[in-house]
């Protein structure tokens, strides 16, 4: 079966997550798979600690990206993933096995597709999410509050000290090399629509 891979990348509170979310409701599970690249965080004693004793999970050696990379190749073989769910070390969450099917478009999200070059190379669309700074801090909060049980102290310390260094060296600058950039500071239904539209195209063939 002949494959596309389609990357979804964009600063933390940009929207990815949902964007996909709502891309892949369009379709049946034979036509487009997910791959999480939050499913591939390191383990909480691996991850670097800044100067004031906070592990930093902004950085690109937070993650596995190497078998992320894996992973979307063994997907365009025709290969079905197990994963286990990564938590963000919420206590009041119980992680889950995910099961990752091969199809016909695999649409890989996450922070460092473009930055981590043998992610890059897999992928045949390359799409940046965009938000202002003031809309990514405000559902930053409103996620890490409700998803990862994080106060909000702890929030706004890591998205001045490791969220924004973050998004500027690894992932604006390629803002002017992917091939569709979505602004969401209000909606992407048009942009949705867009892509969803393409999708449906590469089905077809």
Known sequence: MDTIVIGISGGSGSGKTCFVRDLTARFDKNEVCFLHQDNYYKPIDQQKIDEEGIENFDLPGSLFLDKFADDIKRLTQGETLTLEEYTFNNDVKESREIKVRPAKVIIAEGLFLFHHKPIKELLDLSIIIHADDSNRIIRRIKRDRNERNYPVE?????????VMPSYRRYIHPYITEV???????????RSLDVLSAFIKAENCK
């Not at 702890?154 to 490791?162: C, I, K, L, S």
């Open 179 to 189: 091939d569709m950039v979505i602004n969401n500071n209000k909606s992407y239904k």
């Open 154 to 162: 702890d929030v706004m310390y890591r998205y001045e000290h490791h």
